[in-house]
């Protein structure tokens, strides 16, 4: 079956940092790959998507690219803000008989300190 | 402001009784999604419906049914609850069931089960 694996948190960083948040994924076809972030109290908000490969999905400073030959589609920040304090979750949507389902990880706490 | 409105926000109740989760999905957009939040199962798919009609359905309880109405909203009905239902419970919503299509959700029903 699908599955979407993130690096394990919580992550701790220090405001300005590299960040990168690894997700590896599992699925027949070619599926389309998202991040969420949920900020405390809130509900999910897409922060980037990428519908095929090589594609580079990019909002707010984050990137990531759709990593066919690796199943991969890691997340990237150059210099983290305390704002970006927040959950993130790795998703994708296989599409065909999933319809429009998304799968998640399991999420990456994310904390940046002043 | 994802477009996703669900009522109630937060909702406490005992153990035995019904509860019913109310969802209108973004303007346009045909197809919703309910989706389970808990700390030990992380996100969960229960269930989809596209233009009124079941299209997928996920980890859902045989005590847990949804439906949607001839205007799009939908409701998942949760019954004979039990302590483990604590969750939180998003609705979701995108213009068709396609992989690519952009998931928009809500901010969350939490529902505490005492």
């Known amino acids: 079956g699908n599955s979407v694996t993130q690096m394990e948190g919580p992550v701790t960083l220090s405001e300005e940092a590299f960040l990168t948040i690894n997700c590896t994924y599992t699925?027949?076809?070619?599926?389309?790959l998202f991040w969420y972030v949920q900020y405390p109290g809130e509900g999910l908000q897409l922060l980037l998507k990428a519908t095929k490969a090589d594609d580079k999905g990019s909002n707010k400073g984050f990137e990531a690219t759709y990593r066919k030959e690796t199943t991969s589609f890691h997340l990237e920040k150059g210099s983290v803000q305390v704002s970006d304090s927040a959950v993130y979750f790795c998703a994708l949507n296989a599409g065909g008989t999933s319809y429009g389902k998304l799968t998640f990880g399991q999420g990456t706490i994310l904390t940046v300190h002043p | 402001d994802s477009g996703v409105t669900q009522t109630p926000k937060h909702l406490i109740t005992a153990t035995g009784q019904r509860v019913t989760l109310r969802c209108s999905p973004r303007?346009?957009?045909?197809?919703v999604y309910w989706y389970q939040q808990s700390l030990d199962q992380g996100l969960q798919f229960l269930i989809q419906y596209y233009n009124g009609e079941e299209r997928a359905k996920g980890n859902i309880l045989e005590r847990f049914s949804a439906q949607q109405f001839p205007d799009l909203h939908s409701e998942l009905n949760l019954s004979s609850l039990e302590l483990g239902d604590s969750a939180l419970y998003f609705c979701a919503s995108s213009q068709s069931g396609g992989s690519g299509n952009t998931i928009y959700f809500g901010e969350g029903s939490w529902l505490t089960v005492v």
């Open positions: 303007s346009g957009d045909l197809s």
């Open positions: 699925a027949t076809g070619y599926p389309s």
